[in-house]
Every structure is written in C-alpha cells, then in structure tokens.
C-alpha cells in the first residue's frame, strides 16, 4: 500500500475502509471535519440543484452575487417548453443590506421578477447571510404571493446549517407546499412520477419514452423538465420512482405519509439496474394490468439487442483498466461498479458525498477486495488514492475532473455537466463510449500519468 498517509487527517480515518483488510465499518453521514476541505457542497447548492430544472419557474437568489455562481451554464437541465430557470436571479445582497435588513430589497426584486416574467411560481432561496441576519422569508413570500396571485416559495436553505443532504430536505420541504393544490381529474391508474432526475441531456425524455412503451403515464417530472402545474397534480400519480438515494426521497416520504402513494428506488444507470428498475414498475402495475411485465420485457429485449453487439469493441479495448468513482449520492455508485464490471474493467476506489451506513454496506459487499471505500473525501485524499491505485479512468463531477486531470488520469463527468445522457440503454452506450475515449486519448502521452512511485 503505497498511500501518503500525512494527507489523511486523523479524525476522518474512520471514514475510510479498505476491503478485506479489515473487517467492515465506516462512520459517514456526519458533518464534514472543518479545515479538511470536502468535496461537499452547501445547504443552499443541494436545494438549488434540486429545485432549478423547474423550468416554468423564478428561482431568486436571496444572498450575495456570489451564492448564484450555481446557475444552469454548470448545470444544463433541459426543457422541452420554457427556460426560465436558465436566468439566474440574485437580490446581490451589499453591507447596507446586511446592516438593515434585505426584506424590501428581495421584496421589490420579487415584484419586479414576477412581472417581467410571468412565472407560475417563484422560489426565493435563502444563503448564509440572510440567516445570519434574518430575513423573514416566510412573510415577505406570502405578501408577495397575495399580490401577484401566485405561489411564492422560501427555500430554508442557509449555507451553514448542515451539508448538502440539508439543502434537498429544504428543496422537498418547498415542493411539497405546490403537491396537492391540483386538479388529479384525468390521471391514468398506471401513472408515475419520476423523481429525482434533472433532465441533464434530455435523459428524463428517455426515460419517459420506456415508461410510455410500458403503457404507464408520466403525471410529473421531479424535476428535470419539471412544471409548476404538474407538480400541483403529482398527487395524482400511483407510484412515485425515486431515483439517487438523497435528493428526493424526502419528497416520496412525505407523499406517501399524506397521499398514501407509495414509492420504488430505482436507477436508470446501467444495464442491470435500468432493466431491473422497469421490471419493479412493471411488478408494481402487474396486478392492473397483467400485460405489462411481457410488453416490458419485450422492451428490454429490444433494447439489449441493440445495445450488446455494440458494447463489445469497447469492452475488448477497456477489459482489465482500474476505475476510481467519487460522486454525490451512493446509489448512483452501484450502478457505476456494475457498469464498470460490464465493460471488464475494475473499480478500485469508490466514494460518495452523502452516503449512509447501508449505502456503504452495499458497495462492500459488491466490490473486490482491495476497493477504497470513503465517506465525504477531499481533494488531497483522493489524489493520494488515485496515484496509490494507478487508475486509468476516474469518474465523478465538476470538482474531481481537475483532480484526474492534474495527476494524468482519464475522467467522465456523470454529474451536471454531462452533455451526452448516461441514463437508459444508450446511455450505457454513450457511457462506454465516454469511458474508452478519455483512457486511450492520445493526450495522455504528453500528460503522463503520476503514479504513487513515479510523480512524473
Ligand atoms: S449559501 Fe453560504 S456556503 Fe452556500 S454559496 Fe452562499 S455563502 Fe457559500
């Protein structure tokens, strides 16, 4: 084991475990250690990226300039209709108004927003500082709402008050006060809503077009290409489909403790998990109508058919290359190793920013032994990782692609900045495809690869 180990911090080496070296236990879901540097992002950015693909929507940013740097140009979600939530709005918050208070300010930007735009509803995310000073959110939103007649939102997402995981129970907390306030009138008894997919690429579209095939209605999109009006409605639906382990499941909880509309954890990722994901839905719906397990297999069958032959020239060229994930929430990560397994190649290193014990159970229990499991890392332990195992591909966001470039190693971006759907059949087509082009660029001859022995 040729880790640097002076750049992991005491305090955070229970939150690394190394498979059969040791016998499994992991300390996670905690707060991160100050002065480690975490890969984690703020309450308020968990709530943003939640809430920001409601497309027909205001999003204000209630804080400095600076909070609104998470605009959709870092994070595309698509939209089929309008693009409101491609403006990035923020009250630019100065000292003046850190001395005497930002309510008429947000007021009067909130008034000027919702007529120049028209929105169907606003959300006003709360940063640090309005915190610190305390703003009344609540009130200045429900005049507001009074006056222009349409539901104005604050999103309780202080910065400082836990990590990103937070930020999502927050942007739940703000959907759930529009689910319900809808006509149902009309909804198929085989509806869903698919939750926790933000469009990035068109990849709810995809998605969207299996659950058709299956015969099932799409009520609402939480929230890639979501809708105020369908949001209003999604109580409607007789399955929520939950998708990552942390942004939405809140939402699914609190749908199902008000409406009784159960949910189902699903992932789009991979071969194994997407078709598993259908079959789930296609088990749920069996009992109303028997047809459809054998219209989704057929899918599936299809689908596959496609898919194989053209996964082989890459699985040749990529069997046997190390692999490292780092991303945000762990339910994503089983689908990766998997993936990764499909195309011959060996996760080495896997990592989540919100993991919980189980989450991390699971990919013990998955991985090989020798995998680096880590809870909540940083930039110095993942570099140190990267170079201990030599690994030729590293997939995770926009904070590790500097990390995989600087050290030499491949990179795929499978979070917001993905331009290519990693979702769905093709999307393990595109995600092959991405993998083999960034492991054999011939760019890497004049980057070589800094190993734990050679530093290049
Ligand atoms: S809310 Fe706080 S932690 Fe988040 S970006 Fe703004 S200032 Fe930074």
């Known amino acids: 084991m040729n880790t640097d180990h002076s750049v992991i911090f005491q305090e955070r080496k229970d939150q690394i475990h190394r498979k059969g070296e040791e016998p499994f236990e992991i300390s996670c879901n905690k707060e991160s250690l100050a002065g480690a540097v975490s890969q984690r992002a703020c309450v308020f950015c968990g709530s943003r990226v939640v809430l920001y693909p409601i497309a027909d929507a205001l999003h204000l940013v209630h804080g400095p300039i600076g909070c609104a740097a998470y605009t959709w140009d870092i994070r595309g979600a698509l939209s089929s209709g309008p693009e409101l ?119 709810i579209w995809i998605i969207q077009e299996y659950y058709r095939r299956m015969g099932i209605e799409t009520v609402a999109n939480v929230t890639g ?29 609190m749908m199902q403790e008000a409406f009784g509309i159960p949910f189902q954890r699903v992932s789009y990722f991979g071969v194994e998990d997407m078709a598993e994901s259908l079959y789930a839905v296609a088990r749920f719906f069996g009992d109303r109508d028997p047809g459809i397990m054998a219209r989704t297999q057929a899918l599936v069958k299809e689908e596959l058919s496609i898919l194989y032959p053209q996964l082989q020239k890459y699985r040749k060229a990529l069997s046997g290359k190390k692999a490292a994930i780092y991303v945000g929430g762990a339910f994503k990560a089983f689908s990766l190793v998997k993936a990764f397994r499909l195309l011959g190649m060996q996760v080495v290193l896997v990592g989540s ?17 020798g995998t680096i499991i880590v809870d909540d890392s940083n930039p110095l332990e993942l570099s140190s990782f990267l170079k201990e195992k030599d690994v030729d591909v590293f997939v995770g966001g926009v904070k590790e692609r500097p990390i995989a470039y600087k050290l030499g190693v491949g990179f795929c971006d499978h979070n917001h900045e993905r331009k290519e759907p990693l979702e769905g059949f093709i999307g393990m087509l595109n995600f092959a495809k991405e993998i083999h082009a960034s492991v054999v660029s011939p760019v890497w001859r004049f980057v070589p690869r800094k190993t734990a022995g050679r530093r290049g």
């Open 85 to 203: 939530h491609r403006l990035s709005f923020s009250t630019d918050l100065q000292e003046k108004d850190v001395i005497f208070g930002g309510e008429e300010k947000l007021t009067r930007a909130l008034v000027e927003l919702i007529d120049r735009h028209s929105p169907n509803a606003a959300f006003v995310y709360s940063t640090c500082i309005v915190g610190i000073i305390g703003d009344d959110l609540e009130s200045v939103c429900k005049r507001v709402s009074g006056e222009k007649g349409i539901p104005v939102i604050p999103v309780q997402s202080e910065g400082f008050k836990g990590n990103k995981r937070e930020g999502y129970h927050a942007a739940c907390n703000a959907m759930f006060r529009l689910i319900g306030t809808g006509d149902t009138t009309g909804i198929s008894p085989l509806s869903v809503n698919i939750l926790g997919d933000f469009n990035l690429a068109g990849e």
């Open 225 to 253: 290409d979501g809708r105020v009006d369908d949001l209003r409605r999604a109580h409607g639906a007789a399955l929520n489909v939950v998708q990552c382990s942390g942004a939405t499941m809140d939402l699914a909880k």
């Open 353 to 369: 920013q919100t993991g919980t014990e189980e989450d991390y159970q699971e990919l013990h229990e998955i991985t090989d032994d």
